[in-house]
């Protein structure tokens, strides 16, 4: 089964540093999401990519948050200058978009982070 | 209005046992549904597509019900195993995609 990898899995940074999550969609895939899961509550979206560029964003992912596609393959998030509430899981998605199951959305692991 | 609603459960059931739960969209418009199984820690993992006929995959079944704006998740003979939170996500005719806050289901032996 086709699927979607997060690195790193688990990262643990001081506050008001820089990180970086990468992912890489499964290959055919055209639309990218990023997710957080703070440990107990909901999955909250962050961000939609579509056509290398955002799509959608939520409250959340406000000029902290950046996303890029450097090289048609990886998939970014940036968090500058962290903060204690940053800590969550971070899921990366996509969702192959054509007309056969173009809307089953594929998750990957996850990356831990915690910010301290 | 919650976009999605879930009841949060926990629904403690034993082995055996038979457990279904709601999960209702504010939506209208909304194309497509789904439910996710999460496992502490782990990523949301599709379970099933909900089709509009209602659909089955082994001893889950899963409904749609467009009128009352709701699916419906019901696992029988329920294992150990299917202890998780189970997530219902909706997909809106511009593509956003809805997540709920997830049922609780714990089976005990």
């Known amino acids: 089964e086709p699927e979607v990898t997060q690195t790193p899995s688990h990262q643990v940074t001081q506050m008001g540093q820089e990180v970086i999550l990468r992912c890489v969609p499964i290959s055919n895939h055209l639309y990218f999401y990023w997710y957080r899961q703070i440990l107990g509550q909901k999955v909250e979206f962050l961000v939609s990519?579509?056509?290398?560029?955002?799509?959608?964003k939520s409250e959340i992912f406000d000029d902290q948050f950046s996303v890029e596609r450097p090289d048609g393959s990886n998939f970014t998030l940036k968090i500058r200058s962290t903060k204690l509430e940053d800590s969550a899981m971070y899921f990366c998605a996509s969702r192959g978009g054509q007309l056969l199951s173009g809307n089953t959305i594929y998750f990957g692991e996850g990356s831990w982070l915690t910010v301290v | 209005r919650k976009e999605v609603e879930q009841d949060p459960g926990p629904f403690n059931v034993p082995e055996g046992a038979t457990v279904a739960f709601n999960c209702t969209y504010s939506?209208?418009?909304?194309?497509?549904f789904f439910w996710y199984r999460q496992d502490c820690r782990k990523e949301p993992k599709l379970l099933m597509s909900?089709?509009?006929s209602g659909n089955e995959d082994g001893r889950f079944t899963a409904q749609l019900n467009r009128a009352s704006q709701y699916i419906s998740l019901l696992i029988r003979d329920s294992k150990l195993s299917d202890s998780a939170t189970y997530l219902c996500?909706?997909?809106?005719?511009?593509?956003?995609?809805?997540f709920g806050a997830g049922t609780t289901v714990t089976v005990r032996a």
């Open positions: 909900v089709y509009s």
């Open positions: 990519f579509y056509n290398n560029e955002i799509s959608e």
């Open positions: 939506n209208s418009a909304s194309q497509s």
């Open positions: 996500v909706v997909i809106s005719n511009d593509y956003k995609l809805s």
